[in-house]
């Protein structure tokens, strides 16, 4: 099949060899005419000379007739052309006449007839004398056969010409169709991406190999371009990556359809799965969480209604799972046409603030309940004495001030906790000095002897004699010994034993050391709860016991000793058997404070 500009090539150029041919066949018209003519004039002299020749004889007086013969008869066989010769008299009648019979047998109608006058030349005796006429018929093949094989010569000149350009451009189109083709497979590969395909330049010559080359210097370019690129798009992911594994807030990617595309190992961490591969693929409206809730069922519903909303502000919704509280908030993530991709979800362990914050609000209930009791008890004393004052003997007067200036004290206690737990907490230095802390302890242990007497337990105080001195606050030591023993009382049953001991140990880690025990055989502290102890508003009996306070204590504790003796803290206490309580104060590091 040849190409669509090969066809019209081929159409053009048959006009273009029409239109010679119709000029060559004018031109060729033109040269029939004058050739006739020219056979004429020929015609005509051979008519002259055979007259001229011929006048003697017949103006011989001897048989004129033998000698006119022989004459015209050489003439015949001399010449193919002539098919006749006749001689009339003066009157026109024939003399005599001769043919050669195979030319007169030729096509008629090419004939031709010459005649010319029989005329004695004039001589200075004699005017012309005129005999008659000879009248020659020529074949008129010779204009034929010219004017025949010049048109034939024309015709195949004119096809092989013809022939050849059409073969021409056939050949042409077929070479270079192929040619083409290797080059369109060429930019059919690089449309889809293989950079860098070479078309071989082998057997391709001009216009086509320079094609090529700028096409394969294009494809080179092109995969150099792509692999800057790839190198640009890998450091990119690779620092979006670094990011991403260090951030501590965890990061899923979901697409449109809710299907985890990517997380981060904190991601992976919070929902409590080892590596990504584990949900990538699902969806995350199917994660189920350990206790079999699904956890992130309704917070994508909510959401898609949420960007619904004209400026809708950020999105940020608390998930509950078994083992952490996450804070999860969900942002878009679009092209940069503005088309939704699919969502980015934030993920942020806030397990200890929302612990915190339970916590605070238990402490909150617990304050104001403890602060209430003994405000009410004061008002109704106080209401009894005011008003009925006259009414009471001398003892329950008194018994009623011993128990206002108790409660008073408690109260004033308890004010006095929040206010140091609050002074402690913002870090306000506390002047030290170097002293022995066997008074403090001596001296808080005895302040408890009372209470303990109340509730029939036996205390027991062991202090190695010679501690060194320490640089301490002595309130903040004395407040220390007071909540471990307020706790040691508190949470004994009665009868049981609390023991007091301090001894110097040595620690492997800061050396020699002052060591404080409070040791309580009481209701003692399940294992789970240890590691929480010491922090803020924890408490037990939120969770198991019904023993009232407020969850200070052991933070204070912890804050004195720790943050402003650089000492340390522990516990050890096993449920149902008792606890130990105490702390150390390094002898040699921080004498200088
Ligand atoms: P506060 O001391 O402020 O009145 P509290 O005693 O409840 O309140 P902390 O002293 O901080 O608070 O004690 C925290 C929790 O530790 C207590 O609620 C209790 O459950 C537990 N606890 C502390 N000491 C002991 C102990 N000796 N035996 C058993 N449990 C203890
Ligand atoms: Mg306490």
Same mark, same amino acid.
């Given at each position: 099949?040849?190409?669509?500009?090969?066809?019209?090539?081929?159409?053009?150029?048959?006009?273009?060899?029409?239109?010679?041919?119709?000029?060559?066949?004018?031109?060729?018209?033109?040269?029939?005419?004058?050739?006739?003519?020219?056979?004429?004039?020929?015609? $005509?002299?051979?008519? =002259?000379? &055979?007259a001229s020749g011929?006048?003697?004889?017949?103006?011989?007086?001897?048989?004129?007739?033998?000698?006119?013969?022989?004459?015209?008869d050489?003439?015949?066989? =001399?010449?193919?052309?002539?098919?006749s010769?006749?001689?009339?008299?003066?009157?026109?009648?024939?003399?005599?006449?001769?043919?050669?019979?195979?030319?007169?047998?030729?096509?008629?109608?090419?004939?031709?007839? *010459?005649? /010319?006058?029989?005329?004695?030349?004039?001589?200075?005796?004699?005017?012309?004398?005129?005999?008659?006429?000879?009248?020659?018929t020529?074949?008129?093949?010779?204009?034929?056969?010219?004017?025949?094989?010049t048109r034939?010569?024309?015709?195949?000149?004119?096809?092989?010409?013809w022939?050849?350009? !059409?073969?021409? !451009?056939?050949?042409?189109s077929v070479?270079?169709?192929?040619?083409?083709?290797?080059?369109?497979?060429?930019?059919?590969?690089?449309?889809?991406g293989?950079?860098?395909?070479?078309?071989?330049?082998?057997?391709?010559?001009?216009?086509?190999?320079?094609?090529?080359?700028?096409?394969?210097?294009?494809?080179?370019?092109?995969?150099?371009?792509?692999?800057q690129?790839?190198?640009t798009? /890998?450091?990119?992911?690779?620092?979006?990556?670094?990011?991403?594994?260090?951030?501590?807030?965890?990061? !899923?990617?979901?697409?449109?359809?809710?299907? %985890?595309?990517?997380?981060?190992?904190?991601?992976?961490?919070?929902?409590?799965?080892?590596s990504?591969?584990?949900?990538?693929?699902?969806?995350?409206?199917?994660?189920?969480?350990?206790?079999?809730?699904?956890?992130?069922?309704?917070l994508?519903?909510?959401?898609k209604?949420?960007?619904?909303?004209?400026?809708?502000p950020?999105?940020?919704?608390?998930?509950?799972?078994?083992?952490?509280?996450?804070?999860v908030?969900?942002?878009?993530?679009q092209?940069?046409?503005?088309?939704?991709?699919?969502?980015?979800?934030?993920?942020?362990?806030?397990?200890?603030? /929302?612990?915190?914050?339970r916590?605070?609000?238990h402490?909150?209930?617990n304050?104001s309940? =403890?602060?209430?009791?003994?405000?009410?008890?004061?008002?109704? @004393?106080?209401?009894?004495l005011?008003?009925?004052?006259?009414?009471?003997d001398?003892?329950?007067?008194?018994?009623?001030?011993?128990t206002?200036?108790?409660?008073?004290?408690?109260?004033?206690?308890m004010?006095?906790?929040i206010?140091? *737990?609050?002074?402690?907490?913002?870090?306000?230095?506390?002047?030290?000095?170097?002293?022995? %802390?066997?008074?403090?302890i001596?001296?808080?242990?005895?302040?408890?002897?009372?209470? #303990?007497?109340?509730?029939?337990?036996?205390?027991?105080?062991?202090?190695? $004699?010679?501690?060194?001195?320490?640089?301490?606050?002595?309130?903040s030591?004395?407040?220390?010994?007071?909540?471990?023993?307020?706790?040691?009382?508190?949470?004994? =049953?009665?009868?049981?034993k609390?023991?007091?001991?301090?001894?110097?140990?040595?620690? #492997?880690?800061?050396?020699p050391?002052?060591?404080?025990?409070?040791?309580?055989?009481?209701?003692?502290i399940p294992?789970? @709860?240890?590691?929480?102890?010491f922090?803020?508003?924890?408490?037990?009996?939120?969770? !198991?016991?019904?023993?009232?306070?407020?969850?200070l204590?052991?933070?204070l504790?912890?804050? #004195?000793?720790?943050?402003?003796?650089?000492?340390e803290? *522990? &516990?050890?206490?096993?449920e #149902?058997?008792?606890?130990?309580?105490?702390?150390?104060? *390094?002898?040699?590091?921080?004498?200088d404070n």
């Amino acid at each position: 099949m040849l190409a669509a500009e090969n066809r019209v090539s081929i159409i053009l150029i048959s006009l273009v060899s029409l239109l010679f041919l119709v000029v060559a066949w004018f031109l060729y018209g033109q040269y029939t005419r004058s050739l006739n003519t020219h056979y004429d004039k020929f015609g $005509s002299l051979v008519a =002259e000379i &055979v007259a001229s020749g011929a006048v003697d004889r017949v103006n011989s007086p001897l048989s004129p007739q033998i000698k006119i013969k022989q004459f015209v008869d050489r003439m015949l066989d =001399e010449h193919s052309d002539l098919v006749s010769v006749e001689f009339y008299d003066t009157e026109g009648n024939l003399i005599y006449e001769n043919r050669d019979i195979q030319a007169s047998a030729r096509d008629k109608a090419q004939q031709r007839t *010459f005649t /010319a006058r029989l005329q004695l030349p004039s001589t200075q005796a004699m005017r012309p004398q005129y005999l008659g006429t000879v009248s020659i018929t020529m074949t008129g093949d010779t204009v034929d056969d010219i004017s025949t094989s010049t048109r034939t010569m024309l015709l195949i000149v004119f096809f092989s010409a013809w022939l050849l350009t !059409v073969l021409a !451009v056939f050949v042409n189109s077929v070479f270079l169709q192929k040619h083409l083709q290797r080059l369109l497979q060429g930019v059919q590969r690089l449309s889809t991406g293989d950079f860098g395909f070479r078309i071989n330049e082998k057997n391709l010559w001009g216009e086509l190999r320079e094609l090529a080359k700028s096409f394969n210097d294009m494809s080179m370019r092109l995969r150099i371009y792509e692999d800057q690129n790839l190198d640009t798009i /890998a450091i990119e992911r690779n620092k979006f990556e670094a990011v991403l594994l260090s951030i501590a807030d965890g990061t !899923v990617v979901v697409n449109h359809a809710g299907d %985890i595309m990517m997380m981060n190992p904190s991601g992976c961490q919070h929902l409590s799965v080892t590596s990504e591969d584990a949900l990538l693929g699902r969806n995350l409206s199917e994660y189920v969480s350990e206790d079999g809730q699904q956890s992130f069922e309704t917070l994508l519903d909510d959401y898609k209604r949420h960007i619904r909303q004209p400026d809708a502000p950020v999105f940020a919704h608390q998930v509950e799972m078994p083992e952490r509280t996450l804070n999860v908030s969900v942002a878009t993530i679009q092209d940069a046409d503005g088309n939704d991709l699919g969502f980015v979800l934030t993920t942020r362990d806030i397990t200890k603030e /929302a612990e915190v914050d339970r916590l605070k609000t238990h402490f909150i209930s617990n304050v104001s309940h =403890e602060l209430r009791t003994p405000v009410t008890t004061i008002q109704s @004393y106080v209401d009894t004495l005011y008003h009925h004052s006259d009414d009471l003997d001398e003892d329950t007067r008194i018994e009623f001030m011993d128990t206002l200036y108790t409660e008073t004290d408690r109260l004033k206690k308890m004010v006095n906790d929040i206010l140091d *737990f609050s002074r402690l907490e913002e870090g306000d230095e506390l002047i030290k000095d170097e002293q022995d %802390i066997t008074p403090i302890i001596n001296l808080t242990v005895q302040s408890f002897k009372v209470l #303990a007497q109340q509730k029939e337990l036996t205390m027991s105080t062991n202090i190695e $004699s010679n501690l060194p001195q320490v640089w301490v606050h002595s309130e903040s030591i004395e407040r220390v010994m007071r909540n471990l023993l307020s706790n040691a009382v508190k949470y004994t =049953e009665q009868g049981g034993k609390i023991k007091v001991r301090a001894e110097m140990v040595d620690t #492997a880690d800061n050396g020699p050391a002052i060591e404080v025990r409070v040791e309580d055989n009481g209701i003692g502290i399940p294992k789970a @709860y240890l590691p929480k102890i010491f922090d803020r508003f924890f408490r037990v009996e939120n969770d !198991v016991h019904t023993i009232k306070g407020t969850g200070l204590g052991l933070h204070l504790v912890k804050t #004195a000793i720790e943050k402003h003796h650089d000492g340390e803290v *522990f &516990v050890d206490s096993t449920e #149902a058997e008792g606890s130990t309580f105490g702390f150390r104060l *390094f002898t040699t590091s921080h004498n200088d404070n």
